[in-house]
């Protein structure tokens, strides 16, 4: 399985970015997929994701309506649409692939997660 992230970049705050995942090695239809990130001196943390086995989308409290997942199975590719940045929202930025379970607290651990990209760097300054 590799997934591989892309879209990131330097902000001002206030600005829009998105971000984009493109799966391969797996039956992208079965998977639920997440997105997570860790800012500098920070432990990872659970930002949002698509449970597609669901139907059902997930975020963390933080986002607040600013961050939407959404994915094409077509394009075997989820994308993390994140308006309105912040200074805070600066860190890099995973997407991850699991067999997800139903409810929050099953999808937003990364343990439920099987792979993981490898990141892309969101800094978001004026």
């Known amino acids: 399985v590799q997934l591989v992230e892309s879209g990131g970049g330097l902000v001002q705050p206030g600005n829009s970015l998105r971000l984009s995942c493109t799966a391969s090695?797996?039956?992208?239809?079965?998977?639920?997929l997440g997105w997570f990130r860790q800012a500098p001196g920070k432990g990872r943390e659970f930002v949002g994701t698509?449970?597609?086995?669901?139907?059902?989308?997930y975020y963390a409290e933080f986002t607040k309506g600013r961050f939407t997942v959404s994915r094409d199975n077509a394009k075997r590719t989820v994308y993390l649409q994140m308006n309105s940045l912040k200074p805070e929202d600066t860190a890099i930025y995973y997407c991850?692939?699991?067999?997800?379970?139903?409810?929050?607290?099953?999808?937003?651990?990364?343990?439920?997660?099987?792979?993981w990209g490898r990141g892309t760097q969101v800094t978001v300054s004026s």
């Open positions: 991850a692939a699991g067999r997800l379970g139903q409810g929050y607290k099953q999808v937003s651990v990364d343990a439920s997660y099987d792979s």
């Open positions: 090695g797996l039956i992208f239809s079965n998977y639920g």
């Open positions: 698509d449970n597609w086995s669901g139907g059902n989308t």
